[in-house]
């Protein structure tokens, strides 16, 4: 399951770049929580917990249908 939810942040990861953003992938547990570490501009940023709800977990939710949520750490 690492690697698909790999391939979606690489789908993601674009998007966020051009805004001088990134993710990275910290962990996949076992009972399907994403954990990422936001960098770049998205770290501290007031729109990242809104872009990693609405952008992030729900581009891995749509290609890793096992994913049961995505977070920070």
């Known amino acids: ?16 770049q ?13 009972d399907g929580v994403v954990k990422v570490k936001l960098t ?4 501290g940023c007031p ?5 990693l709800k609405m952008g992030i977990e729900k581009i891995i939710k749509q290609q890793v249908p096992a994913v049961r949520e995505v977070v920070a750490v």
Request: net charge negative; hydrophobic share 40%.
């Open 47 to 51: 729109m990242a917990q809104m872009t």
């Open 1 to 16: 399951m690492k690697e698909d939810v790999q391939k979606a942040i690489d789908k993601v990861r674009p998007g966020l």
């Open 18 to 30: 051009a805004d001088g953003g990134d993710v990275e992938l910290v962990d996949v547990t076992p």
């Open 40 to 43: 770049g501009a998205c770290h």
